[in-house]
């Protein structure tokens, strides 16, 4: 009598299942996976955003501060309407000389005042000493354009330059068609006339210009 073989199944089924149950697991990994990756990109990105925008916020509250300081040295010197303005490059950023980090630009304002050079220092320097500055030095003495350097108490600088406007614009006119000047000639111009002009540097950190 012929008898018929049964194979056993179950292993055959539990390997099959065993093996849908591993396929199934594999996707949740990658997703967990890929989630926890994201969650923490996301997480450090807005920590590094966060930080450049604090440091931002400080910096431009920092370069106001500076700005009103500077602005408010300009006021208390109460120049009045004696001095006109030509050009202002006043700003609170600390603006340091890419071949010399040592040295700062400073806010400037160009001014016209009518009246002789000597006159102008005279006024500028009762002014200054008002507003609580000290004369520092006067770098380059007998110069055709006057220098004088203040200092509060601070450290903070102001810088005055003072020249006759007809003794610069003889000057530069005579450059611009390209003509030579000699010394016999600009002796003979009044380095005293008025109208004066006028260049008032400020600067907060130093005098190294």
Request: proline residues 2%; charged residues 20%.
């Amino acid at each position: 009598m012929a008898t018929t073989k049964n194979t056993p199944k179950t292993k055959k089924s539990l390997s099959k299942s065993a093996r849908n149950a591993k396929n199934s697991a594999r996707p949740w990994t990658t997703r967990f996976s890929i989630l926890t990756v994201g969650i923490y990109t996301i997480a450090v990105t807005s920590v590094i955003v966060g930080a450049l925008f604090a440091s931002s916020t400080l910096m431009a509250q920092h370069n106001q501060t500076r700005l009103e300081r500077i602005q408010a040295i300009y006021n208390s010197l109460e120049l009045g309407d004696a001095y006109q303005v030509k050009d202002a490059d006043v700003f609170g950023d600390k603006r340091v000389y890419n071949h010399d980090k040592s040295r700062t630009y400073s806010s400037s304002i160009e001014y016209y005042h009518a009246d002789t050079v000597s006159n102008t220092v005279a006024d500028l320097e009762s002014k200054i000493k008002a507003a609580g500055f000290a004369f520092d030095n006067e770098p380059y003495p007998g110069a055709a354009s006057a220098q004088y350097h203040y200092k509060s108490s601070k450290g903070e600088y102001i810088r005055v330059t003072v020249s006759s406007k007809l003794y610069d614009d003889a000057l530069t006119n005579a450059l611009i068609v390209d003509k030579n000047v000699s010394n016999s000639k600009l002796d003979a111009l009044d380095k005293n006339a008025a109208p004066s002009n006028v260049i008032i540097k400020v600067n907060l950190n130093d005098n190294n210009e």
